[in-house]
């Protein structure tokens, strides 16, 4: 061969290699100008860079005896191994056909033959001053493999070098590099480690991890096929390997038996990297690179390959290791294209008769020729197979399983046992119908509320203003309240047990009636807020403000009077006997006394009056009221309108402090993991889209249902732009307790998040799910009851009564006049669902320990919501059990359950449930109630996967 001939063979030869493997030969046949040298030197160039890398082991103990198979079984199924040959039209068929010309690696190194090829390099020689040349491993199309001892590490070691005719090549560099830069991104036990690219007189070279072993494809000519338990752990092996490429973004692409070691101890390694690229920078040329034989259709027709490209490769592997039998069979490109494209391979049971069938099925749906069809992770794949669990294993290996692994994961697939089903579901109803027989009694709202309907009163507020000569309105507004300083003052002063009964009887008065009126229309200050007793301020002339208790009688008034002109001295027009009679006061019991209070608003007249009401003949009661101008400007009952004082706010003060800190600081630890999970690309920010979506749905319905409306559509749309500006501010702090959670929950408790991780990415119907709903709603109703028993228990053990916490009251006094709560109780279970799971893994990851932080979880919930009373004993005992059964909800049953628990715990403490439906509250109750029935009802149905609730014998007798 002359200069330029050869020349011109390397020329034509590295641009074949540039070329789809259908078009080499027509390339070369073109390019060769009718030069039939350069036509065999190139063909035979690329028969040898088709042909793959054998590793071959020199112990002639193979994997299968290492595995514990018999001898005798090996031996029957034993057979030589050809390495892979080339057809006439340069199309590689694949290293298990028959066709194979080129020989066998029955006198390659280590062989029994004795003949000894030593390649470039001869034992002994040193490599880049590091690594001591031991023996020639095997030669193929991308170079030769050496084995050899770092000397610097003193450890055995694999060098892979280039043919020396791409040596200098740009190209082929770059590939080569491209083999190490993308095998360093996965570190995995399965995935065969990459250490260092180095040169060697010119030579680039790749050290490699040495697998005293086989390869896949040697070890299937040996024996046939793999016995079913030793495949399926191999090809758990193969998923965990390929899941670690795909969490790296990573695509394989060339995929198959010989790409596939197994060392002496039945251990697999993913080999061959140089064909893989970032999933999203796959280019047009690189479609159709691989070997036809183990391509998917995608790939063969050049189209867009995913990760499902690999599992249809990981189903080709994975048949041909249960079946013995490769899926197709062919003589080239073509005959591959159509064969996995168009044609369905034979049923693997149909090969092997004793073939679990749901290997089969996993098989099967791998081989899909549409990608959707397949699994959408080699996870998945895994935990399908017989006994798999994808999780374990991923953990087991070091690595994070991917959203979908976690969705995939779990065998719940066919529903709840009837029995199951039906024993939590009835449960639930019990505890529910004794939740609704003790509300009554628990909690003191049912009981102050129920004299008259807020129409009522609020006619009564009308009638009274009328009669105070303020008639000209435009707005409205009204509702029910809780005085801070009046609680107050029973929590401080009154430590008997029946010290609960003075919040709906006593004056001041604990809750209260309040009606707002005013000359244009009401908007409030608070974003996101409605109208209230005290927003907007009363700042406008012609403002007024009425107080009324729940039974109708008048305990305070303001107003903002509309002129200030010259003032009148006298108020003889001040019906000052008929306000007397709208407050309850009898005059025979009461007495004029100099006013002692500073109005809050301008008068030029004070009146004061001192004595006590019927009811309560024992206690003093003041009463002060101003006048201007001829019109009554103020009017108070025992201080009911002064402001609350620094001291009177403290309520709670201990739980908000804790409560306070406790978000700041999950706060500072959620935005760092969330940065960093995001900057990692470690967050499934699917799913905390999904999440901040379902939050800002439900926080603007809420506030729809809330809001007081006007007909100003400027108005009204500042208070929309307002309200969504606060309930942003929340969606974004979900997204990042979401982002800073979810990764690491899946890394250390995936189990958690199986059934939520189904529902955010719309699997709602799923068995899993519902039965984590049902659980968590009757965990929910469960610890319902024990703030009731906490309510009740010291009243009948003749202790200090607690009292009901304000915030509880408000919400049930605000509830039977807007179906805002029913969807803020959606709010707030999402956010307090992620706060929980938030705090267990900082506590987990604080303390190393799950019962460390599964305690520190239980204290943290008592000390936020325990009162801080003196004999407070039994609330602390009580709390604790309240947070420890949130504690084994989140642990047994994960973030669906939680947040179910907190949304059937906030639905019923934040209506006044009551079992009397004639009274006037009774049809918002009957609502909260029946969404709550409509969730355990639905999940029940659910949760049976479509079972019918009488046994199939039954119907049958």
Known sequence: ?????????????LAACEKPTAERAEF????????????????????????????????????????????????????????????????????????????????????????????????????????????????????????????????TVALKFLPALFGKDAKW??????????????????????????????????????????????????????????????????????????ERGVLHRDLKPANVMIDERGHVRITDFGLAAPADEVVQQQLRAGTPAYMSPEQLLGKTVTTRSDIYALGLVMYEMFTGKPAFEGDGFRDYLKAHSEMVPAAPSAIVPDIDPTIERVIMRCLEKNPKHRYTSVLSVSAALPGGDALRAALAAGQTPSPEAVAAAGDYEFGLRRTAAVSIFAVALVLLAIVVWLAPQAFVVQKVIDDKAPAVLADRAEQILSDLRYTNRRDRAYGFAVEPRAYNEIEREDDSPQRWRRLGRDKPDVIYFWYRAAPSYLVPVQAGRSVSINDPPLDEPGMVAVRLNPQGKLIGFEAVPRSLGAARSDDADCDWPGLLQAAGADMSRFKEVPSRLTPPRFADSRKAWQGSFAEHPDRIVRIEAAAYGGQVVFFDVNNAVVAVSSDAVGFNRPNMLIQVITIIVLLIFGSVLAWRNHRSGRGDRQGAMRLAMAFLVLGGVAWAFRVHYVPDIVQQYQLFTQAMGEVLFLVGLVWVFYMAVEPSVRRIWPETIISWTRFISGRLLDPLVGRDIMIGGAAGIGTVLLTQLDQLLPRWLNQPAPMPHMDMLNEMLQAPRSLSVLFQAG??????????????????????????????????????????????????????????????????HGLVAIIACCLARFILLSYPITYDFSVWYGNSVLIALGALLAMLGVSFYVSLAGKSLLDARMLDS
């Open 827 to 892: 709010v707030n279970a999402l956010y307090v669902g992620m706060i929980a799971v938030l705090f267990v893994v900082v506590a987990r990851m604080m303390t190393k320990r799950r019962w460390a932080a599964g305690a520190l979880f239980v204290v943290m919930f008592a000390a936020m919501t325990v009162r801080y009373e003196p004999q407070a004993y039994l609330n602390w005992v009580l709390q604790a059990l309240i947070g420890a059964t949130f504690l084994l909800v989140l642990i047994r």
């Open 173 to 246: 560099l770059e590939r080569f590099n491209n083999e190490v830069r993308l095998s360093r991104q996965v570190s995995h036990p399965n995935v065969c480690r990459v250490f260092d690219i180095g040169e060697y007189k010119g030579e680039p070279f790749i050290s490699m991890e040495y697998v005293d072993g086989e390869n896949l494809a040697r070890l299937l000519r040996r024996i046939g096929r793999v016995p079913q338990d030793k495949a399926v752990q191999i090809a758990r092996q193969l998923c965990a390997g390929l899941a670690a490429a795909h």
């Open 28 to 155: 070369v046949r073109q390019q060769a100008s009718g030069n039939d040298e350069i036509v065999r030197e190139v063909e035979a160039l690329l028969r040898e860079h088709e042909r793959p890398t054998q590793l071959l082991a020199s112990d002639p103990v193979g994997p299968l005896e290492m595995m514990g198979l018999p001898k005798s079984a090996i031996e029957k199924h034993s057979a030589p191994m050809n390495i892979t040959g080339l057809e006439p039209d340069g199309i590689e068929v694949g290293e298990r056909e028959g066709k194979n010309k080129t020989g066998t690696l029955s006198d390659g190194p280590g062989s029994r033959s004795g003949y000894v090829d030593a390649g470039r390099f001869t034992a002994g020689t040193v490599v880049d001053e590091r690594y001591r040349v031991i023996e020639l491993l095997g030669r193929g199309g991308m170079g030769e493999v050496y084995r050899a001892d770092d000397l610097r590490l003193e450890q």
């Open 1 to 13: 061969m002359t200069r330029d001939v050869f020349s011109r063979v390397k020329e034509v030869f």
